[in-house]
């Protein structure tokens, strides 16, 4: 059987604003993310996962921020593209796993509505896709709320 996994990691600093949008979920917040996309941090870690697994390099490779197109753009087009690609090289996505690292907001209450969103997107069931977060014990940027990061795995087996 042929399995790939992929990892990513991305952060986004806090910028003005009055939400963030995580795994395409617009959640209050006293602060927005920066970036030239939506500055989806989870979204875009778990699409450098899924290029990781078929190795196909990363999400500023497919879509370079200097590229005035994707100025604000949804980050559901990168995933999107992410998966298809995947399906192309052969590869279907058995699961995905994500940390969303952050003091506030607080991610909790929302994880459900996350993941339905990530399962629209990908095209996989709720139960293979996991959406977890942990605070980082107000160390580091983090910690300071300076910003979000995110981390992903994801598994990919041959169709
Ligand atoms: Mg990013």
Request: proline share 4%; aromatic share 6%.
């Amino acid at each position: 059987m042929d399995i790939r996994l992929g990892n990513g990691f991305d952060v986004h600093r806090f910028g003005p604003g009055n939400h963030v949008t995580l795994c395409g979920v617009h959640v209050p917040h006293d602060r927005g993310l920066a970036g030239h996309s939506d500055a989806d941090v989870a979204m875009h870690a778990i699409t450098d996962a899924i290029y990781g697994a078929v190795a196909e390099g990363d999400i500023g490779q497919h879509f370079p921020p200097t590229d005035p197109q994707w100025q604000g753009a949804e980050s559901a087009t990168f995933l999107e593209h992410a998966v298809a690609l995947a399906n192309k090289r052969g590869f279907q996505i058995a699961n995905v796993d994500t940390t969303i690292i952050c003091e506030f907001p607080k991610i909790g209450p929302h994880v459900a509505t996350m993941q339905a969103r990530l399962s629209e997107i990908i095209g996989l069931a709720r139960d293979r896709i996991s959406v977890k977060a942990t605070t980082s014990e107000q160390l580091g940027f983090t910690g300071r709320g300076e910003g979000i990061a995110a981390i992903a795995t994801a598994a990919l087996v041959a169709k």
